[in-house]
């Protein structure tokens, strides 16, 4: 989880760099002392978490929390308490008042965490198990599922299915990039393999619907390892 601290005080500045280094989930990206290098920050790189004080020279956090993008997670870190409605008013993930407590910034962090994974789980059951490739002038659905491997064929790819073959104008490195990588592997620069399709293997070797299809040496390390975490 990428984060982000605003805060003026060096003395506050610390504190949270302390805490962010004893959770290994969490990594600071940066610490800002104003909200205009805080927004450059922000825009240059992907922040998951902004640690925000409140009263700060020029744009105020509270100013700051407006106007960074939506999926930004906020804790605001500040020693007024009159703050607090407004600050979840602005949906911020919490609200902790210096001095802070480690354990309080535990239980905070680790909402933020929480609703990262569940955003993830969302995301990915979201997306589809299928994809449409063009045969004889149309574009045709084949399933993830139904795919047995993908080979290689000069300007072209075969696509074995479980009940049929396609022949699709494509390179096969374009074609992987549109593969769920959790259930598919490439194990050559020829081959791409379902996961599940994989009825037995060697150090040398995939055996996928009868076809004995070679692992390369460039590929065998990273497919070895994908592979005996199943045994």
């Known amino acids: 989880m990428n984060c982000l601290i605003v805060d003026d005080e060096p003395i506050a500045q610390n504190i949270l760099k302390e805490f962010i280094s004893k959770v290994d989930y969490l990594h600071l990206v940066d610490c800002c002392s104003n909200a205009n290098e805080a927004f450059n920050v922000v825009q240059q790189n992907e922040i998951d978490l902004v640690f925000l004080d409140i009263n700060m020279p020029g744009i105020d956090g509270m100013a700051f929390a407006k106007i960074i993008p939506k999926e930004i ?73 139904d795919i047995l491997f993908v080979e290689s ?39 791409i393999g379902n996961m599940s399709a994989i009825d037995s293997y060697t150090h040398e070797f995939l055996e996928i619907a009868g076809n004995a299809l070679t692992i390369s040496r460039s590929y065998k390390e990273e497919v070895l390892k994908r592979l005996q975490q199943f045994e």
């Open 153 to 191: 064929y000069a300007d072209y790819i075969k696509i074995h299915l479980k009940d049929r073959v396609l022949v699709v104008r494509e390179s096969i490195s374009n074609f992987e990039n549109k593969l769920p990588v959790s259930q598919f592997i490439r194990f050559h620069r020829s081959f």
């Open 73 to 145: 997670h906020v804790i605001f870190t500040t020693a007024y308490r009159e703050y607090a409605i407004e600050g979840f008013n602005l949906e911020a993930t919490d609200y902790l008042l210096k001095p802070i407590p480690f354990d309080r910034f535990l239980k905070s962090v680790a909402k933020v965490q929480e609703s990262l994974n569940k955003g993830r789980n969302s995301t990915s059951a979201e997306k589809p198990e299928f994809l449409f490739v063009r045969q004889d002038r149309k574009m045709e659905k084949i399933e993830f599922s």
